[in-house]
């Protein structure tokens, strides 16, 4: 017996662009029409950048340098984010995440960068013998409370040093300081007995107390007790060398009469049932990297997307273990989503991704890292580019109505001047065979070329509910929190969509990105999927 969907309990939608229903996001004709709007405005904000983009698309890129694409799609790829946090209306998210991770940079990565990186030059032919470590940690302290950072420092002791040292730095780095710059500063510091500095201007004020956090993390680089507090500072983080003779460092242990081979103990990762066992970098981690990346896209030269060739026959190289360097196979536009990841809008790097790899669930982080095999950095560690990625993702997924953010880029991205929406059904239909990674990649493609598809598959495919794939005259529910459709791996029920990344990965790799990428084609009107 067909199911007929009861709508009436759905969750409700109301797109915040006026003149569109949620429905509309699922018919072609609409998506031009919002593309439309979309076009409007960014004539309306950026009147030279819409004759940019309007010229881009024209021709699509043919005859531009490469350079000048990605240069244009950074400068687009905000006005994307901002237009669909506005369509959702989730502003508000996407605001909070800007300043998060902004607030990120202007202070850990500036501590890092401006303080922790330059402590060897700064400190060039000195050690801390002599040093009072008990008294610098109480003016480090006391430096803390007269500008409000301890109940942070309590929390999340890398942010607060990093605000202060980002603070303090900026402030030395102003050549017209006055008195009346660091008034409040002055008077919140004369009330620490332990902040004796003698100083005789604004500037060797600032000077003074910029030294102790320098000396506090000179020492925090060789005081035990203070390692102990900075071992997991990624401010504190340098690249180390690679190895490829040694990829997996390993130790060899004597186990029940046999030499084994064994790992670090902090790399294991025991296996629980099925549950996931690497639950991928937190934000931090994420934007060490973003800022480990120097965004080689302004030069041509970002190898992680387009493979590091050599410069007499453009072939491409091999590393010295004989692997070629590629860079990502899709050549997403790596590079250009770091810096639109660094500036903290994620829907804009997301849309970014998406340009080249509209399936990204299925990538990233634990499935693939071409890219990394072709970053820049050969001596020392790469840019981890898959948890970039899949950090991205996450984000938006994660939002209010993350799943549905994600799922409309695959269908319209102004960002993808070749195929910015997915075309109506043109009448011809398409066998795929194999709902692999190939085949649902290729569903996807014809898809937003007007093709019907039909995905078979030899594992049995469990089918999904009505209310979220939607029916031929209602959309699906629209799906407000994505852990409404997350589930636990050990709980989880294989739905056999996937081929090699539903059977063939282990419990390292979240597969609820799989159904990310099953329901997104399965609310498409013109794809059906059949399983053995
Ligand atoms: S990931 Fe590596 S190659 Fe790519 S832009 Fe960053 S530094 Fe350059």
């Given at each position: 017996?067909?199911?007929?969907?009861?709508?009436?309990?759905?969750?409700?939608?109301?797109?915040?662009?006026?003149?569109?229903?949620?429905?509309?996001?699922?018919?072609?004709?609409?998506?031009?029409?919002?593309?439309?709007?979309?076009?409007?405005?960014?004539?309306?904000?950026?009147?030279?950048?819409?004759?940019?983009?309007?010229?881009?698309?024209?021709?699509?890129?043919?005859?531009?340098?490469?350079?000048?694409?990605?240069?244009?799609?950074?400068?687009?790829?905000?006005?994307?984010?901002?237009?669909?946090?506005?369509?959702?209306?989730?502003?508000?998210?996407?605001?909070?995440?800007?300043?998060?991770?902004?607030?990120?940079?202007?202070?850990?990565?500036?501590?890092?960068?401006?303080?922790?990186?330059?402590?060897?030059?700064?400190?060039?032919?000195?050690?801390?013998?002599?040093?009072?470590?008990?008294?610098?940690?109480?003016?480090?302290?006391?430096?803390?409370?007269?500008?409000?950072?301890?109940?942070?420092?309590?929390?999340?002791?890398?942010?607060?040093?990093?605000?202060?040292?980002?603070?303090?730095?900026?402030?030395?780095?102003?050549?017209?300081?006055?008195?009346?710059?660091?008034?409040?500063?002055?008077?919140?510091?004369?009330?620490?007995?332990?902040?004796?500095?003698?100083?005789?201007?604004?500037?060797?004020?600032?000077?003074?107390?910029?030294?102790?956090?320098?000396?506090?993390?000179?020492?925090?680089?060789?005081?035990?007790?203070?390692?102990?507090?900075?071992?997991?500072?990624?401010?504190?983080?340098?690249?180390?060398?690679?190895?490829?003779?040694?990829?997996?460092?390993?130790?060899?242990?004597?186990?029940?009469?046999?030499?084994?081979?064994?790992?670090?103990?902090?790399?294991?990762?025991?296996?629980?049932?099925?549950?996931?066992?690497?639950?991928?970098?937190?934000?931090?981690?994420?934007?060490?990297?973003?800022?480990?990346?120097?965004?080689?896209?302004?030069?041509?030269?970002?190898?992680?997307?387009?493979?590091?060739?050599?410069?007499?026959?453009?072939?491409?190289?091999?590393?010295?273990?004989?692997?070629?360097?590629?860079?990502?196979?899709?050549?997403?536009?790596?590079?250009?989503?770091?810096?639109?990841?660094?500036?903290?809008?994620?829907?804009?790097?997301?849309?970014?991704?998406?340009?080249?790899?509209?399936?990204?669930?299925?990538?990233?982080?634990?499935?693939?890292?071409?890219?990394?095999?072709?970053?820049?950095?050969?001596?020392?560690?790469?840019?981890?580019?898959?948890?970039?990625?899949?950090?991205?993702?996450?984000?938006?997924?994660?939002?209010?109505?993350?799943?549905?953010?994600?799922?409309?880029?695959?269908?319209?991205?102004?960002?993808?001047?070749?195929?910015?929406?997915?075309?109506?059904?043109?009448?011809?239909?398409?066998?795929?065979?194999?709902?692999?990674?190939?085949?649902?990649?290729?569903?996807?493609?014809?898809?937003?070329?007007?093709?019907?598809?039909?995905?078979?598959?030899?594992?049995?495919i469990e089918?999904?509910?009505?209310?979220?794939?939607?029916?031929?005259?209602?959309?699906?529910?629209?799906?407000?929190?994505?852990?409404?459709?997350?589930?636990?791996?050990?709980?989880?029920v294989m739905l056999g969509f996937g081929?090699?990344?539903e059977?063939?990965?282990?419990?390292?790799?979240?597969?609820?990105?799989l159904k990310?990428?099953y329901?997104?084609?399965?609310?498409?009107?013109?794809?059906?999927?059949?399983?053995?």
């Amino acid at each position: 017996m067909t199911q007929k969907l009861n709508t009436s309990q759905f969750t409700q939608l109301t797109l915040g662009i006026p003149g569109f229903e949620y429905k509309d996001l699922y018919d072609a004709k609409r998506l031009a029409d919002l593309l439309e709007v979309f076009d409007q405005s960014v004539q309306q904000h950026d009147a030279d950048l819409f004759a940019e983009i309007s010229a881009y698309r024209a021709c699509a890129g043919e005859g531009m340098k490469p350079e000048d694409i990605s240069e244009l799609l950074v400068r687009m790829a905000p006005l994307v984010g901002t237009f669909v946090a506005r369509l959702f209306n989730v502003s508000d998210v996407r605001e909070q995440q800007i300043g998060t991770i902004r607030g990120e940079f202007d202070a850990v990565f500036v501590y890092r960068t401006e303080i922790v990186g330059k402590l060897a030059g700064r400190f060039k032919g000195q050690t801390i013998e002599g040093w009072d470590i008990a008294q610098l940690n109480a003016q480090l302290n006391a430096l803390l409370a007269a500008t409000g950072k301890q109940s942070l420092f309590a929390e999340d002791p890398e942010l607060a040093v990093g605000q202060l040292g980002a603070e303090l730095w900026r402030l030395s780095q102003q050549t017209d300081l006055s008195d009346t710059d660091v008034a409040v500063l002055k008077s919140q510091v004369s009330e620490q007995p332990a902040l004796n500095i003698a100083y005789d201007s604004a500037a060797s004020l600032i000077a003074g107390l910029l030294d102790v956090v320098c000396r506090w993390s000179f020492a925090a680089k060789q005081v035990p007790e203070l390692q102990a507090v900075v071992a997991k500072w990624l401010s504190f983080k340098v690249p180390e060398k690679t190895n490829l003779d040694n990829l997996v460092e390993h130790a060899s242990v004597a186990q029940n009469g046999y030499d084994v081979w064994a790992c670090d103990e902090h790399h294991h990762r025991r296996r629980d049932g099925f549950a996931l066992t690497d639950k991928r970098f937190n934000q931090r981690q994420t934007l060490y990297e973003v800022d480990h990346c120097i965004y080689c896209h302004d030069r041509d030269n970002d190898s992680c997307s387009k493979g590091i060739k050599n410069k007499k026959d453009a072939t491409f190289k091999t590393n010295h273990l004989g692997a070629l360097m590629t860079g990502c196979p899709l050549e997403e536009k790596i590079s250009e989503m770091h810096v639109v990841k660094r500036q903290g809008d994620n829907i804009g790097a997301l849309a970014m991704i998406i340009i080249d790899n509209p399936m990204c669930p299925g990538t990233g982080h634990r499935i693939c890292n071409d890219c990394m095999r072709g970053c820049i950095y050969q001596k020392t560690e790469s840019v981890n580019i898959p948890q970039i990625e899949t950090n991205v993702l996450t984000d938006v997924l994660f939002m209010p109505w993350g799943f549905e953010i994600y799922s409309l880029l695959t269908r319209w991205n102004p960002l993808n001047v070749k195929r910015s929406t997915a075309l109506p059904y043109n009448g011809k239909n398409v066998l795929v065979a194999g709902m692999g990674p190939a085949g649902y990649t290729l569903a996807h493609y014809l898809l937003n070329e007007g093709f019907g598809v039909v995905g078979i598959d030899a594992l049995k495919i469990e089918p999904l509910p009505l209310h979220l794939t939607g029916d031929r005259e209602n959309p699906p529910m629209p799906i407000m929190d994505f852990q409404s459709l997350y589930e636990d791996l050990d709980k989880r029920v294989m739905l056999g969509f996937g081929g090699v990344a539903e059977y063939g990965i282990t419990v390292r790799w979240d597969k609820n990105f799989l159904k990310v990428i099953y329901l997104t084609l399965l609310r498409r009107a013109a794809f059906k999927c059949y399983g053995g």
